[in-house]
């Protein structure tokens, strides 16, 4: 009431509620998000809680391993198991068994380090002043990534699928064969593989606490991706190699998977029960070579075939760069080369200039005593003076390939000062031969003033006239 009306209680005397009296507001998310942008990051407490997460990463990148591993196991002992079949029924052996009660195992295992690896990013970033407090991972849009690695993580091979199967047609030899669902579901654990090269991208040097705050001082977002870019960049053949590698072995497991169920159905045409002939056919269809020995004859196969080959193209177009980076010169390799090219031109240059002055020497002496000089030696005068043109020209363009961008600019302005002090000297030599030339004009007129000044013409002593005034008189007397 004292909000709406303060004038009326305080005229009656009635005293409202004083502020700390007053209930507390609850703030909005953008007032705490303002009040978080003012406040400092805690060096110490973003330090620790960015090793927390990164221990959560390390837990889930053994899980991931162990996943691959305890499904390729299972993966054999279900095929022995489906070999030593008899009479129409299977039996599960207990290896396989045990095999897949840790396989179910390591998926809970898996899905708690994904909540924790979440629960552990989300305070960091709530430590770095990049989230309010108040942030959740429904706010800030991360429950949806954790969902997806969770739906990832649970169609796993289990105990209660082993044995169950459908049956398939290949679109080949149109023959049909019985797909195990437990393949089905070890293909989808394979894009486990996209976490597991996240998870060993934040172990590097340039994921870690004090990387993170040199990319926001540069207006840079800490993901995954720049962590790639640099990796590549430091290591590029290794960081490529080890992407062919990984690459291999995944999609020729992937193929045997595919294939194999094939093989058991009868159709013997090729064996994709041996693991080396997969990584055969794997390699030349990731080099787009493709004898055509081996190729997939099932759906999925063809499919597994395809993400292959594209993969393949997108590795050698990067190794490719990587090449043409590693051998291309650094500036400090590119000034040493282009110094060794000018010594190496300056040296034939002068061996050249030798071979034409001994050429040019003999001729002349041939000349003088009236021997018969020989079109062949001409021309070959000729075209060694031609080709040290051309030499002089090499070396020429050497020497500026050589200069920096500050040296070339001293250089034109060098050139540049020459033209004026070349122009200026023009100047001044036409305007001295000018002067020259009007004084010399100037000293003869007055030369030849004073010379008809001082000439009188002969006459007569009876035709003279005395025009002389009498103080001339005087002066000639």
Request: proline share 3%; with cysteine.
């Amino acid at each position: 009431m004292d909000r709406f009306f303060p004038g009326l209680l305080k005229k009656f005397g009635i005293k409202g509620k004083t502020e700390e009296q007053a209930p507390k507001r609850r703030k909005s998310k953008q007032m705490v998000m303002l009040e978080t942008l003012g406040t400092l990051e805690n060096g110490r407490a973003t330090n620790y809680y960015f090793h927390q997460w990164r221990m959560k990463e390390i837990g889930g990148l053994i899980f991931s391993v162990m996943t691959f591993g305890l499904s390729a196991l299972q993966y054999e002992a279900q095929y022995q198991d489906i070999n030593q079949e008899k009479g129409g029924k299977r039996q599960i052996s207990t290896a396989n068994k045990w095999l897949l009660y840790l396989i179910s195992l390591n998926a809970i295992g898996q899905m708690i380090m994904r909540i924790l690896r979440y629960r552990a990013m989300l305070s960091y970033y709530k430590k770095r002043n990049v989230y309010p407090q108040s942030a959740t991972l429904y706010n800030t849009g991360h429950l949806k990534s954790l969902i997806f690695e969770l739906l990832i993580i649970i169609p796993h091979p289990n105990i209660l699928t082993e044995g169950m199967s459908f049956t398939l047609t290949s679109p080949y030899n149109k023959k049909s064969f019985e797909q195990q669902v437990n393949d089905v579901l070890n293909l989808i654990q394979l894009i486990q593989v996209i976490f597991m090269i996240r998870m060993m991208l934040s172990l590097s040097y340039y994921f870690n606490a004090s990387s993170h705050r040199i990319m926001t001082l540069t207006s840079i977002k800490p993901d995954y991706m720049f962590v790639t870019r640099c990796l590549f960049k430091t290591y590029p053949l290794m960081f490529i190699g080890l992407s062919f590698v990984i690459s291999v072995l995944i999609f020729s497991f992937a193929l045997r998977i595919c294939e194999r169920p094939l093989i058991l159905s009868g159709s013997n045409e090729q064996d994709y029960q041996d693991y080396t002939n997969c990584i055969w056919n794997t390699l030349i269809t990731m080099a787009t070579i493709g004898y055509g020995d081996y190729f997939p004859r099932t759906m999925y196969g063809r499919l597994v075939a395809t993400c292959t080959g594209v993969w393949g193209i997108f590795l050698t177009s990067i190794l490719v760069t990587a090449l043409m980076n590693n051998l291309r010169l650094e500036p400090s390799e590119a000034k040493a080369f282009t110094i060794m090219e000018r010594k190496q031109t300056k040296e034939e240059m002068q061996k050249l200039s030798a071979k034409v002055i001994c050429k040019a020497t003999a001729l002349q002496q041939a000349k003088r005593r009236g021997d018969e000089i020989s079109q062949k030696e001409t021309i070959e005068l000729m075209g060694d003076l031609y080709d040290l043109k051309v030499l002089r020209g090499t070396y020429e363009n050497l020497i500026h390939e050589g200069q920096t961008v500050s040296e070339e600019m001293n250089r034109s302005m060098t050139l540049l000062k020459n033209d004026m002090r070349q122009v200026r000297q023009l100047i001044y030599g036409l305007s001295t031969k000018k002067n020259i030339r009007e004084g010399t004009i100037k000293s003869f007129e007055v030369d030849i003033t004073e010379k008809s000044s001082r000439y009188v013409p002969l006459q007569s002593p009876a035709g003279r006239k005395n025009t002389s005034t009498p103080s001339e008189d005087k002066e000639q007397e």
